[in-house]
Nanobody, 121 residues
Framework: QVQLVESGGGLVQPGGSLRLSCAASISIFRITVMGWYRQAPGNKRELVAT???????NYADSVKGRFTLSRDNARNTVDLQMNSPEPEDTAVYYC???????????????WGQGTQVTVSS
């Protein structure tokens, strides 16, 4: 089992900045892929950004060039730096951890409780 605790959500003005942090209960080196997803009212949950244990990142087209995902090995966290957010970025943001069992090759998914991000002036 992996517990994920998110922090850093809140209200931010368009063009401002906000940093989300996700702390894992196990070493992030053991997690195959970590990332952030978001869900706005009436919409499906969608990928924002992911990072592999090797450090490779993947971003949704809508956030490329504005959001940056990074790993802090000392703090055992994965952080999403949100620059120049737009009202369309308003959503509940969820941290995700995916682990692949080395013996069975089966994937396990874990989710945080979610943190609200509201972009508004």
């Amino acid at each position: 089992q992996v517990q994920l605790v998110e922090s850093g959500g809140g209200l931010v003005q368009p063009g401002g900045s906000l940093r989300l942090s996700c702390a894992a209960s196990i070493s992030i080196f053991r997690i195959t892929v970590m990332g952030w997803y978001r869900q706005a009212p009436g919409n499906k949950r969608e990928l924002v950004a992911t990072i592999t244990s090797g450090g490779s990142t993947n971003y949704a087209d809508s956030v490329k060039g504005r959001f940056t995902l990074s790993r802090d090995n000392a703090r055992n966290t994965v952080d999403l730096q949100m620059n120049s957010p737009e009202p369309e970025d308003t959503a509940v943001y969820y941290c995700n951890a995916r682990l692949r069992d080395g013996a069975t090759l089966r994937w396990s998914d874990y989710w945080g409780q979610g943190t609200q991000v509201t972009v508004s002036s």
